[in-house]
């Protein structure tokens, strides 16, 4: 099969997978409108093992047969859909998530499975058989928003979470809370496969997914060749000052733990700018809170991340050290000290992809839109392919989705930018497969 | 009377102002104890009209009825207690309040209230009549606490408020709110005076205080002597950025609102070192505060002081501009705009208190401590005097409290830093009444 031309030898349905997302978003969550169109411009709340959970479950399950495919749900929940091929193996994996955030979008997770579907919808149609099995899986709970764990499903699979610990989380956004066991059982999506890439090996995971950021918009890309997730650190992050009033004690007596905060998040910035990294404080809390009292106590968490491990500890490092500098003059003039303190809430290593993925998804990102309209990118979210990538070669592909804008009603990738990823996909899990079978041979 | 030796002609008794201060603190609002002795370490909390208020009110009385004061109880709870003079005329008031916030110490207004009343004590106990009255005044709700307005009733008094307005305000520290008129009607404090200082002047005040701050201790000073109190305004301030993904938004694309206001709080800070004013931020709230979010909204409370007018007028026309200036580029790199938008909450002219009153204080100080351990001060908080001074000739006295410790159940001022206070009242009472006496006779 030749690869600058690879995609001529299939037959893709314009326009169906497209009209899948939205068929599937109406059906199963679809609420948020936020533009004219009431069957396209919809966000979708499908919380993971919800009703609406179930039911795209149900429906993708009853796809996947008509397909063909052998059928496998996990003690956890992970359902996998192996298409038949050529030989006997382990199975190329393609997979991704179709839970959402309580405010989410059509695409996300969503967009992965379903187009690992139209992946191998398009094997059928095309009468392509793989040499090596080929799987769509769909993750449980990747957004951890209903269950407060993300990547819950394949971090039970990973081994990186026990089965019990996953079964144990309790729902947070319903009014009396249930167990994970409790909706898998309720669900029926407790299923007999062993949750374990032991025991139920994939030979590799690609997994397509939107960029939730601007990077690939802001450079005009069309396909961004996901190499690798930046490491991060979250700390909570204590300040403590003293109460004075505002009025009566002069700024030579003051300890503002609001103010040596805020030199704190200015600091944290300028590390961030200094490593090419990223430094953020997404929530900030203060005592006593009165219009004319000093702040005493002040909390914010603070999220750290670079692509390079080593990188993010000097970040972590230099923060600590230049917080500590700040508590010791809070106010400029005063000789009274403010105290930091850090606590960690989670940290998570870089993670580097496997360079053959890779190179497949280059390849055919090349095929289809051509280098100029491609982008090297380290992903800045946490996905399923995380997992995965701990104990089989992985590689994610990204498109542009509007302003960067996820999580959110109005999350956006047009039909074109879709397509582009699609067929990328579609390039790339050929090219592993054809890899394979060379590799299979020459062994 | 010779000035430089006044204080001789007075029978001041040992202790009985402290006393006084502890007895009446444990019989009507004691709690909080942080200290071995359970009866002098406490606070007080002593809520406007409520039943302790109301025992402490009703035990005032009938202290001066017993010093054969005439008592009027005015429309909206303030209680005039008048000394027996020479002469007819108008009475020279000591004032301040007996009400405490919920967590309040055993001094703040109520140092003030006994202290005038140890004054008309030292007169009886000295034989002593003054030339024209003098009057104990007791303001009714001087915390704004239950009943969200400071200085109320010498505010009505004043004519800043109307009667009714006090009235209709409702209580925001009970199960169920009630009102001013209610309270006053159940405590027995809606008096027949009116409550104006047009039909029941005063011809002067005089108000003893602690400082609040910790100037004079840091000083190491006896006596403030008070020639006003500063002007402040309070502004709600709203900064919008954008809500994105932390790990997916490089710098160059965030428009994050805690950062400019991190940055606008820093600079406010500057600002008030620059013009030797003070510029504090005691409320911040963000959304969507998690923490994998850029905040998108943050609303602050900024309160400027200054005791010019029009230099508080420059520092928030500057905090203004500066605002305006970070949102033009709020990270830095980014070209994102963020917005800011200012509501004021309140505003209060500068005060400057009259210098007769002024004088009578500094000669009386001079006396009791010596001119070294005086300092001239300008009142960072408000007081009833402020609204006193609108209409009569006004000045108070401070003293140092504890590590500018107030509005806390440890605030504390030692017995013998109250005894020269007290010492320094009298004297300037008795200055001012001569005054008064030296001017009838040359009219």
New interface residues.
Partial sequence: MPSSNLLSNFNIAPNRLINTIHETANLFGATGQWGPNSTTDTGVRRLALSDEDKGVRNWYISELKSLGCEIKIDEVGNIFGVYPSKHQGEPTAIGSHLDTQPTGGRYDGILGVLSSLEVLRTFKDSGYIPNFPVASVCWMNEEGARFPLSMMGSSVYAGVISKQECYDFESILDPKPVSVKHELLRTGFLGQTSASYQSNPIAAHFEYHI?????LQ?EEKDIGIVVGV?A?S?FDVYVKGKA????????S?RN?A??S???M??KA?EI??KYEG?C???????KP???????EYVHF?L?V?HHLDETLKLMVEECKTEFESICKKP???SNKQATVEFSL?QTSPAVHFNQDNINCVRESALEVVGVDKTLTIV????HDSCQTSLHCPTAMIFIPCKD????NFEEYSSPDEIDKGFKTLLGAVVRYDELRKSRSRSA
């Fill in positions: 960029e939730q950021g601007p990077i802001d930046q991060y979250w004075q009033h505002t009025g009566t004690t002069p700024l007596a503002d609001l103010l905060a805020s030199k998040i200015v910035n961030a700018h990223l953020s404080i997404g929530t900030l809390t203060l809170a009165s219009v004319n009292v000093i702040p968490t999220d991340r106010n400029g003039t809430i992903s800045g979210a946490g960067g804008v996820s999580h």
